[in-house]
Nanobody, 127 residues
Framework: QVQLVESGGRLVQAGGSLRLSCAASGFTFSRYSMGWFRQALGKEREIVAAISWNGDNTYYGDSMKGRVTISRDNAENMVYLQMSSLKREDTAVYYC????????????????????WGQGTQVTVSS
């Protein structure tokens, strides 16, 4: 069955860095664009970054632009989110998600455009 399993979330000090990983299985990974979203307590889920099926195109949401890099390894069915200069307001559950590439949109930015979701990994940034 389809699985997206995030890992790498932990408690980190403000200003620190963190790399999140997402392992995909159960579907043809290379035919899907991927995204990272986050949801802080009491807030709506928001996109952090997205990447096209082949990794050539990326999108970054305003919240972490300039502090994150999304990448993928289609040989390993993995997607990554490298985060740096973390702030307290980056505290959230981070989710990876997969959206079918229909040949038109290189990546998706709205959460309702994604078909598969992981369970999330908690990132807590302390001051």
């Amino acid at each position: 069955q389809v699985q997206l399993v995030e890992s790498g979330g932990r408690l980190v000090q403000a200003g620190g860095s963190l790399r999140l990983s997402c392992a995909a299985s159960g579907f043809t990974f290379s035919r899907y664009s991927m995204g990272w979203f986050r949801q802080a307590l009491g807030k709506e889920r928001e996109i952090v970054a997205a990447i096209s099926w082949n990794g050539d195109n990326t999108y970054y949401g305003d919240s972490m632009k300039g502090r994150v890099t999304i990448s993928r390894d289609n040989a390993e069915n993995m997607v990554y989110l490298q985060m740096s200069s973390l702030k307290r307001e980056d505290t959230a559950v981070y989710y990876c998600a997969a959206a079918w590439y229909n040949g038109v949109y290189l990546y998706r930015t709205a959460d309702n455009e994604y078909e598969y979701w992981g369970q999330g990994t908690q990132v807590t940034v302390s001051s």
